[in-house]
């Protein structure tokens, strides 16, 4: 079994900052990416930010230059760092990891349970 668990959501004004984190445990081999998506209520679910296991980083463009992606290997944790909080970032935000439970297996997809983001003043 794998699980990601995630953490740092909340109510948050706008201008502010929040950090979430998502943790991946079980049993795991090794991981790929590692990225953020988040749905609003009435709109699909989007990518934020990937992160390669070699630290390359994307980002769509609405958040370029606010939101910072990072991970901790050791860990098997990847991180947003979400600075100058808009309220169009409202969101319900999932973490996304793509790893392999044994050298033999592929590479699948495992989401987290996602976590609330509001901004609101």
């Known amino acids: 079994q794998v699980q990601l668990v995630e953490s740092g959501g909340g109510l948050v004004q706008p201008g502010g900052s929040l950090r979430l984190s998502c943790a991946a445990s079980g049993r795991i081999f090794s991981i790929n990416v590692m990225g953020w998506y988040r749905q609003a209520p009435g709109k699909q679910r989007e990518l934020v930010a990937t992160?390669?296991?070699?630290?390359?980083?994307t980002y769509t463009d609405s958040v370029k230059g606010r939101f910072t992606i990072s991970r901790d290997n050791a860990k098997n944790t990847v991180y947003l760092q979400m600075n100058s909080l808009k309220p169009e970032d409202t969101a319900v935000y999932y973490c996304?990891?793509?790893?392999?439970?044994?050298?033999?297996?592929?590479?699948?997809?495992?989401w987290g349970q996602g976590t609330q983001v509001t901004v609101s003043s």
């Open positions: 996304n990891v793509e790893l392999r439970r044994a050298d033999w297996a592929r590479y699948r997809d495992y």
């Open positions: 992160i390669t296991s070699g630290g390359n980083t």
